[in-house]
């Protein structure tokens, strides 16, 4: 709880960050942009959010801008050189940025070059399904909708998204089996199921949203069968940190 807490203050301070803690995946807040556990119906704990939550949050909520002065005196080499997290940690880009060919830094763009840029692009192809538009988890619904719009309208339907990266093998082995290629199980089928099994995984440190609905599996005599070939202390014993009230 405390490490979880501790990116939230480092990069938004006291205040804003635990407003954003409290308020992540409440009923009257927001979802976290990097989970897909569903939200409980009724009761949610204050904490309602694990440790990669917190991380998710704290970055989409972080105001250093990073301008064009920026990439101006960051070549491209020196920026392949950085990783990931120092690139995050810059700040949120306030222009549109393009390389030039043979160019060794970004430059600024206006938004109508930009997107003339990408128009020819789009326009030079034989044809609509030589393109594939691209889309994360991290994109909420209503930008999504709009973009899938506009893809249909060029004339293609190649959507791929992150469920395509992450679930594909999923998805075929349940359209093999069931003839639904995703989940058709809701939260309370957790809370009345007797028998849970959870393989290669543990929900201890990798899910700990989970732990709420074995909690409650667990109290109505649910039978929780955890195989992992790692001996892992979570697996053996383990405090729920978002039932402080029941340690």
Not at 221 to 241: D, R, T, V, Y
Request: proline residues 7%.
């Amino acid at each position: 709880m405390l490490k979880s807490g501790a990116f939230a203050l480092d990069y938004e301070g006291p205040v804003r960050g635990t407003h954003a803690l409290l308020k992540m995946n409440q009923k009257d807040g927001f979802d976290c942009s990097s989970c897909a556990w569903p939200d409980p119906d009724d009761h949610r704990s204050v904490a309602e959010f694990c440790e990669n939550g917190a991380k998710a949050t704290a970055s989409d909520a972080q105001s250093d801008p990073v301008g064009p002065e920026f990439f101006a005196q960051h070549s491209l080499a020196e920026l392949s050189r950085m990783t990931d997290r120092d690139l995050n940690n810059a700040g949120r880009i306030t222009h549109p940025m393009v390389l030039r060919p043979g160019a060794t830094h970004y430059t600024p763009i206006s938004w109508p070059e930009a997107f003339e840029l990408v128009g020819q692009e789009l326009n030079a192809l034989k044809s609509p399904d030589e393109a594939i538009f691209y889309t994360s988890g991290k994109v909420p619904n209503e930008p999504a909708y709009l973009y899938q719009l506009f893809v249909r309208q060029f004339g293609t339907n190649n959507l791929p998204d992150c469920s395509n990266m992450c679930h594909e093998s999923s998805g075929a082995a349940l359209s093999n089996t069931t003839g639904l290629g995703k989940g058709s199980v809701t939260l309370n089928d957790f809370y009345e199921a007797e028998v849970i099994l959870i393989i290669g995984q543990n929900p201890g440190t990798n899910h700990p949203r989970m732990l709420t609905a074995l909690q409650k599996a667990k109290k109505n005599g649910a039978k929780i069968i955890s195989i992992n070939p790692l001996h892992e202390a979570g697996l053996l014993h383990f405090k729920n940190p978002q039932d402080f009230m029941n340690p």
